[in-house]
């Protein structure tokens, strides 16, 4: 019965969830804010506290046997505050917008990872299909860096010209998609370690650029049919590759910079700043392989697939740097706080 007189001493705790259960449910027919008008983080601390002492509570009452009257004010008491505890968020398409066209490019833009990992992607990428172009000047680099026996295999896939049967190109299709997307998963993978993310990274970046830039020769077999086979996705797979070691970057860099937070908050933290990052790679990966299934191995004509190739640049570019790109501090302050704002909760 001690048990008994202990629990009846904590029904001044349990009216007090109560009252607070019942606000909340109020609030949040109303304004949808929850917490928010409960003196922020002094209120959520308070509220889980004594969501926690009801749990224990409600142990308490179940190993003793008492009441039933009791035992079932205290499962209804901790199931409500389970849900205000807990409450997901309603889909606001408007919040929505705002997220995916403002604060995703802006965090994007302003990610150094970002920068690196396309600066190092894309750098390499131009350089490689300069010197895989220039055997002349560069002799045997193409052969060094690729091998023989690959660009052989990537003269006899580009042989047959587009005929209408799609066929041939689909299955090719079929493998670029497995190929390019599981580039992009390793560089996210590695990118825990930053030295590997960037080491495949390049790697990577070196091999697809000798490749063009060794199907670009004028002597080479079957030139035309794949530059009309890649053009239309390329600039969706390829932003894509560099987006993926990007967000594999961020969280890296959380586990050996921690700017002072402990290193699991740390990662955290980081792995909250990644999210839109891989959320666009992803975005960009299934653009790439609908036109990799649908219109780069078409018989449509190659000024139509170029004109694609154009906007997608375009789209991608608007996206990233126009949008992202900071127009005032302030805003860019705001933006800032309302992506850590989550972290700290």
């Known amino acids: 019965m001690n048990v008994a007189k202990l629990l009846e001493k904590r029904r001044v705790q349990w009216s007090e969830l109560e009252r607070l259960c019942d606000a909340m449910e109020i609030r949040g027919r109303t304004d949808k804010s929850g ?8 209120g959520i601390a308070r509220f889980s506290t004594l969501y ?6 409600l142990a308490l009452a179940d190993a003793y ?31 929505w917008s705002t997220v995916i066209f403002e604060t995703a490019p802006k965090q994007i833009f302003s990610d150094p990872c970002v920068r690196v990992s396309t600066i190092v992607f894309f750098g390499l990428f131009a350089l490689a299909m300069f010197l895989g172009r220039n055997d002349a000047m560069f002799p045997g680099f ?4 690729v091998g023989t026996e690959q660009l052989s295999q990537l003269e006899d896939a580009y042989e047959k010209p587009l ?8 299955s090719m299709s079929g493998f670029y ?9 390793r560089c996210f993978a590695y990118g825990i370690l930053l030295i590997p993310c960037l080491l495949s990274l390049a790697y990577n970046a070196v091999a697809l650029g000798t490749m063009f830039g060794y199907m670009a020769r004028p002597d080479t077999v079957g030139g035309d049919n794949f530059f009309e086979f890649v053009t239309a996705h390329g600039p969706f ?3 894509a590759i560099a987006l ?16 002072g937070l402990a290193r699991t908050d740390s990662i955290r933290v980081n792995a909250f700043k990644a999210v839109p990052v891989m959320a666009a790679s992803a975005l960009l990966f299934t653009l790439a392989a609908f036109t990799e299934g649908f219109i780069s191995p078409s018989p449509l004509p190659y000024l139509v697939k170029a004109v694609w190739s154009v906007l997608s640049s375009g789209l991608i570019s608007f996206y990233f740097v126009v949008l992202g790109f900071p127009r005032e501090t302030g805003e860019l302050g705001s933006a800032s706080s309302a992506g850590d704002q989550p972290d700290a909760a």
Do not use: W
Request: a positive charge.
């Open 52 to 57: 926690r002492a009801a749990c224990a509570d």
């Open 163 to 170: 005929v209408g049967s799609l066929d041939h190109y689909v």
């Open 237 to 239: 797979e390829l932003t």
């Open 35 to 42: 917490f928010k008008h409960h003196r922020g983080a002094q």
């Open 65 to 95: 046997q008492l009441p039933p009257g009791t035992i079932t004010y205290l499962h209804r008491l901790v199931a409500r505050s389970h849900n205000q505890l807990y409450r997901a968020d309603k889909f606001e398409p408007q919040r």
């Open 142 to 145: 193409a052969d060094r860096m």
């Open 177 to 185: 998609i497995m190929h390019n997307t599981g580039i992009g998963l």
């Open 244 to 259: 993926a070691a990007a967000a594999g970057l961020r969280i890296g860099l959380g586990l050996f910079y921690t700017n």
